[in-house]
């Protein structure tokens, strides 16, 4: 099984500033198989980026996704108040598994 | 506009068999891949299993066993059964599509069901 690592836990930030979030796999991942998901209170997990770089239908371009091999970042520039949230890593290549994510409070 | 919805009891007994349903609109069950996920509260996503337009699956190892995935393309919805539940099978769950090919990922997600294990 592939673990996912996400850093940090959790990461208190103000609206404005950037967000810079890390997911590590125990093995190399493809990068077509590495997305990342957003999850707000109370609500189900928004699809942002696929295959590590691509962006999802309707995702502003504040959020980006970079990285191959076993190291991979979602970036966040300038946050809004509607992106803290937790967020979440998951690898496709080898069965299905999940980062167990990182929360963006409020400063 | 693709819509996933879940649906089955909220609340069963330990050692009973969960049974929930995804009924999809706006896009036909026989394409695509459909999940299962689930997610305690307080706690993170765990996938349980996908199923696949030839009724081919693919299962959670730390869950098979317990776990059978089905498709009714009459009704255009899929089903997870996991039996002989315990309280640590209480959580959130929720289905979701993927669209599968060259980038997988679950674009779509229904808005989960709360099933609780409790005698």
């Known amino acids: 099984?592939?673990?996912?690592?996400?850093?940090?836990?959790?990461?208190?930030?103000?609206?404005?500033?950037?967000?810079t979030l890390s997911c590590r796999a125990s093995q190399s991942v493809s990068s077509n198989y590495l997305a990342w998901y957003q999850q707000r209170p109370?609500?189900?997990?928004?699809?942002?980026?696929?295959?590590?770089?691509?962006?999802?239908?309707?995702?502003?371009?504040?959020?980006?996704?970079?990285?191959?091999?076993?190291?991979?970042?979602?970036?966040?520039?300038?946050?809004?108040?509607?992106?803290?949230?937790?967020?979440?890593?998951?690898?496709s290549g080898t069965s299905l598994t999940f980062g167990p994510g990182t929360k963006v409070d409020i400063k | 506009q693709v819509q996933l919805q879940e649906s089955g009891p909220g609340l069963l007994k330990p050692s009973e068999t969960l049974s929930l349903n995804c009924t999809v609109s706006g896009d036909s069950i026989s394409s695509d891949y459909w999940n299962w996920i689930r997610q305690p509260a307080g706690k993170g996503l765990e996938w349980i299993g996908r199923i696949y337009p030839s009724g081919s699956t693919n299962y959670n190892p730390s869950?098979?066993?317990?776990?059978?995935?089905?498709?009714?393309?009459?009704?255009?919805?899929?089903?997870?059964?996991?039996?002989?539940?315990?309280?640590?099978d209480t959580a959130v769950y929720y289905c979701a599509r993927d669209e599968g090919g060259f980038w997988p990922r679950?674009?779509?997600?229904?808005?989960?069901?709360?099933?609780?294990?409790?005698?």
């Open chain 1, 1 to 19: 099984e592939i673990v996912l690592t996400q850093s940090p836990g959790t990461l208190s930030l103000s609206p404005g500033e950037s967000a």
């Open chain 1, 42 to 91: 109370g609500q189900a997990p928004r699809l942002l980026i696929y295959g590590a770089s691509n962006r999802a239908t309707g995702i502003p371009a504040r959020f980006s996704g970079s990285g191959s091999g076993t190291d991979f970042t979602l970036t966040i520039s300038r946050l809004e108040p509607e992106d803290f949230a937790v967020y979440y890593c998951q690898q």
């Open chain 2, 63 to 88: 869950l098979k066993g317990r776990v059978t995935m089905s498709v009714d393309t009459s009704k255009n919805q899929f089903s997870l059964n996991l039996r002989s539940v315990t309280a640590a």
């Open chain 2, 106 to 119: 679950m674009d779509h997600w229904g808005q989960g069901i709360l099933v609780t294990v409790s005698s």
